[in-house]
């Protein structure tokens, strides 16, 4: 399936997307304005549509769980429930009895047009509150955001500095991670004090998959504290090895998981495996 297809934007919009997937697409659509556009479009149309309460659509039918779910598509339904019914008001008013006075006539429809003009300025002033509270909804995520890319920056820039204040002092530690398994307990990882980076080589129990990425995540907290590029798999037998390496100065004794995807055929990266493990710093 297409990255850009309408088929993937519902899923993102249904939250059926593996995790890293959508991640991957919240940052597209901070970076992305054409993307960003487009992903709008497509919502409102799917709202437009669902809106009209005689459209019969099995997607729709998909839809209407994530309304129910999401305050934010509800209240769009609701203003565009509103707007239709402005429109079909402006359609069908306007007509009197042919043997009514010509003056109640004209009363009348001035009265028309005022009680539509009303009706336009409450729709207006619940569009502008809904997209104020989608403004800012949106400023408070990019905060978040950037504040976790500022982070992510600074410790980069630390761990560089300090690579090439001490180049003599590197020393790296390799350790290979079999396929999870259910059940299984988390690897153990013991990192002497003197170490600065670890080499974990992941074993990927399939060979579909060419290019992966990796993200570590702290299993206490649940933050994310670090993310690879692309990453080539070498071949090993039916399987896959993936070779990643994370700073040192990352981790602290505890208990992580490194969750690695693999991109597929259609250029969509789905989970390959997750690995949990227990780091104790000597």
């Known amino acids: 399936m297409s990255a850009d297809s309408d088929e993937y934007l519902f899923r993102y919009i249904l939250r059926d997307l593996p995790e890293g997937e959508a991640e991957r697409l919240d940052e597209r659509s901070v970076t992305d304005e054409a993307f960003a556009q487009r992903l709008r479009d497509f919502e409102n149309d799917l709202v437009d549509r669902y809106a009209r309460e005689d459209a019969t659509d099995e997607s729709l039918n998909r839809f209407e769980q994530r309304?129910?779910?999401?305050?934010?598509?509800?209240?769009?339904?609701?203003?565009?429930?509103?707007?239709?019914?402005?429109?079909?008001?402006?359609?069908?008013?306007?007509?009197?009895?042919?043997?009514?006075?010509?003056?109640?006539?004209?009363?009348r429809r001035w009265l028309e047009v005022f009680a539509t003009a009303a009706m336009l300025l409450l729709?207006?002033?619940?569009?502008?509150?809904?997209?104020?509270?989608?403004?800012?909804e949106?400023?408070?995520?990019?905060?978040?955001?950037?504040?976790?890319?500022?982070?992510?920056?600074?410790?980069?820039?630390?761990?560089?500095?300090?690579?090439?204040?001490?180049p003599q002092r590197l020393k790296t530690v390799t350790d290979r991670l079999p396929p999870p398994r259910r059940g299984a307990d988390e690897h153990s990882l013991r990192l002497p004090s003197d170490t600065t980076e670890v080499l974990l080589q992941a074993v990927i129990e399939s060979s579909e998959y060419e290019t992966f990425w990796a993200s570590l995540q702290d299993s206490t907290s649940g933050?994310?504290?670090?993310?690879?590029?692309?990453?080539?798999?070498?071949?090993?037998?039916?399987?896959?090895?993936?070779?990643?390496?994370?700073?040192?100065?990352?981790?602290?004794?505890?208990?992580?998981?490194?969750?690695?995807?693999?991109?597929?055929?259609?250029?969509?990266?789905?989970?390959?495996?997750?690995?949990?493990?227990?780091?104790?710093?000597?």
């Open 223 to 282: 933050q994310t504290l670090w993310r690879s590029g692309d990453v080539s798999g070498t071949a090993d037998g039916a399987n896959r090895i993936v070779q990643i390496t994370i700073p040192v100065s990352l981790l602290k004794s505890g208990r992580y998981s490194l969750d690695v995807s693999g991109k597929t055929g259609a250029g969509i990266f789905e989970s390959a495996g997750s690995y949990p493990l227990r780091v104790m710093l000597e």
């Open 123 to 136: 729709v207006a002033t619940g569009y502008l509150a809904l997209r104020t509270v989608s403004l800012r």
């Open 67 to 107: 309304v129910r779910d999401s305050g934010y598509l509800r209240n769009k339904v609701q203003f565009a429930r509103a707007l239709q019914k402005v429109s079909m008001h402006g359609e069908t008013d306007g007509t009197g009895a042919a043997t009514a006075p010509v003056l109640s006539i004209g009363r």
């Open 138 to 166: 949106d400023v408070a995520r990019l905060q978040v955001e950037r504040s976790a890319v500022e982070r992510q920056k600074e410790q980069l820039q630390r761990d560089l500095e300090g690579a090439r204040a001490t």
